[in-house]
């Protein structure tokens, strides 16, 4: 197992920094230093080609050069009066093919002073992160030594996706903490009597008796809760947007009601006997967390239990609150009917309880998600009036946008017809006629393409060949060319979404030689080349990754 570092946060306040070199790196480290409130001490020689920005910082006099080459004492000599002159830390910029800096740090690691050499993690005993700094908030990376570029990388993606104003969110949190805190003081110190006399004016000396402090610890406690439910389980950019009047709100609201944080969007644990449950149906659109619709996503916070289908990606489920319980479909071939039986039940002993279920499935709930069916369920079991029911953005319409293919478009298709390539209890079903201006798109006919393929294009095959009277085939459907485009989509919407574009005739190849990656989907007719050039010479082309949309792009520069 690799060895991780101990990640910390040091108050560098007044700090004596020693930076050793005349390059940009010195230059950034001096800045670093200053950043935090440290006092960087630069040693260089006094005929060093100084970096400009240095030069400027040694003019300005926030930096201290020290024009001359280093000296071992210079580690105990040149630090704070109150821990003997040692230095609090020391930046070597020369890089290890110098062999001062491999003795710099053999000196600090005998006087245990921490040091930092550039691009020698052997050589250093800590390194510094790459961090984003917002007021008070600062979220650092490392991939410890594997590369600063990455690290650098990786920051930036993580600072993309946080809410603006964050850092003044954590710093109206802290207000919180902190004037919870000061009354836990007033209140242990009119406990001991430390309180001036004014401020117990009219109070006997046995007041306080009747609160012990176990009392008073047990109301800290009860604070410190209610403000780690609010930090916990309220979405984050509802923290990023708290202000100065939620904070008095909920100061106020805690005093009247000091079991929960108060907010539209605060998860409300109720338990109180007579509290009516609510079963939840919805979709959780095609995979891609920024598809789920608004109302959704409050159904996902706010829960008490989420019953989940398999096939719900787990960048949606990642959205749920840690505290939610989850119970994923267990179906698999042969237990389908038990797992939803399985979930109904769960959803049932959910709502005689109290609770607020939600049963989040992929896609949308009534297309070939059994909402139909779940919902006649509750209402039979007398719940009619506590069943709420959320659409969800369908893969059968939004894969084919993600890839591409428009399923209606002027002069190729008119109409789009959803098909499942699997019925009830596994049995195949009739397949669709064509129709040349029709899109047709098979939700969960990938397992058995060949069959599908067999169906639609011939009348004899076993699934669907149709027997008349005199023992004659039925010949009046009308089979699909197979040179009809189609285009097979796997995992819409997620990074891994694949998509294999082909014809019907080399589909079945296409899926056997490129293996399946469910959930996927098969789209059928003229659309799939509507803004697609096929290759004549090519009997199928892949596509990897999901090259759809980032939500940052449409919201920036929003409040």
């Not at 902190?178 to 009597?193: M, N, V």
């Not at 479909?329 to 797992?339: I, S, V, Y």
């Amino acid at each position: 197992m690799a060895r991780t570092s101990l990640l910390t946060a040091i108050d560098s306040t007044s700090h004596v920094h020693l930076v050793i070199g005349s390059n940009s790196l010195a230059a950034a480290r001096c800045a670093k230093s200053l950043e935090v409130g440290a006092k960087p001490r630069l040693i260089a020689p006094a005929d060093a080609e100084l970096h400009y920005a240095l030069q400027k910082r040694i003019d300005s006099g926030e930096v201290e050069w020290l024009a001359k080459p280093f000296e071992d004492g210079d580690l105990l000599q040149l630090g704070r009066e109150e821990i003997d002159r040692v230095v609090d830390a020391v930046f070597v910029t020369s890089g290890p093919r110098d062999p001062l800096s491999a003795h710099i740090s053999q000196l600090c690691k005998r006087h245990r002073i921490p040091v930092n050499v550039a691009d020698a993690p052997a050589l250093c005993t800590f390194s510094l992160l790459s961090t984003h700094t917002d007021g008070p908030l600062q979220i650092g990376v490392t991939t410890n030594g594997r590369g600063c570029k990455l690290s650098s990388r990786i920051r930036r993606e993580i600072a993309s996706i946080l809410p603006p104003q964050l850092g003044s969110a954590c710093e109206r949190l802290g207000t919180i903490r902190r004037r919870i805190q000061e009354e836990d003081h007033l209140s242990h110190a009119a406990l001991s009597g430390d309180l001036e006399e004014e401020d117990s004016i009219g109070q006997t000396s046995t007041f306080n008796k009747l609160v012990t402090e176990t009392d008073l610890d047990a109301a800290k406690n009860r604070r410190m809760r209610w403000l780690f439910q609010i930090c916990e389980y309220w979405p984050i950019r509802r923290l990023a947007n708290i202000s100065d009047e939620d904070v008095d709100s909920m100061l106020k609201s805690y005093a009247s009601n000091p079991t929960l944080p108060t907010s539209a969007e605060t998860p409300h644990l109720d338990s109180r006997p007579g509290k009516k449950g609510r079963i939840i149906l919805a979709g959780s659109g095609p995979g891609h967390p920024d598809l789920l619709t608004r109302a959704t996503h409050k159904a996902i916070i706010t829960a008490d239990v989420i019953l989940a289908d398999k096939l719900v990606p787990s960048s949606v489920l990642d959205l749920i609150p840690r505290r939610t319980p989850v119970h994923i479909a267990r179906k698999f071939p042969g237990n389908a009917d038990r797992a939803q039986e399985e979930l109904l039940e769960l959803g049932l002993s959910g709502l005689k309880k109290g609770q607020t279920v939600l049963r989040l499935k992929q896609g949308d709930p009534y297309i070939y998600g059994r909402g139909g069916e779940e919902f006649e369920f509750f209402r039979n079991e007398g719940f009619a009036d506590r069943i709420t029911v959320l659409p969800g953005i369908t893969s059968a319409l939004s894969a084919p946008l993600f890839a591409g293919i428009p399923a209606t478009q002027r002069g190729i298709s008119d109409q789009v017809l959803i098909c499942t390539g699997t019925g009830r209890k596994g049995k195949p079903t009739v397949p669709p006629e064509f129709v040349e201006t029709r899109t047709v798109v098979f939700l969960m006919a990938l397992h058995r393409i060949a069959e599908l393929v067999a169906d639609l294009t011939t009348h004899d095959s076993d699934d669907a060949k149709v027997v008349l009277e005199d023992g004659s085939l039925d010949k009046t459907r009308r089979l699909w060319p197979r040179s009809t485009p189609c285009a097979v989509i796997e995992r819409a919407s997620c990074p891994d979404q694949r998509v294999i574009r082909t014809r019907l005739e080399f589909v079945t190849a296409a899926i056997e030689e490129q293996g399946s990656r469910p959930p996927g989907l098969l789209v059928l007719g003229k659309a799939c080349e509507a803004l697609f050039t096929a290759d004549a010479d090519r009997k199928w082309v892949v596509e990897e990754g999901f090259q759809g949309f980032e939500v940052e792009d449409f919201t920036a520069g929003t409040k």
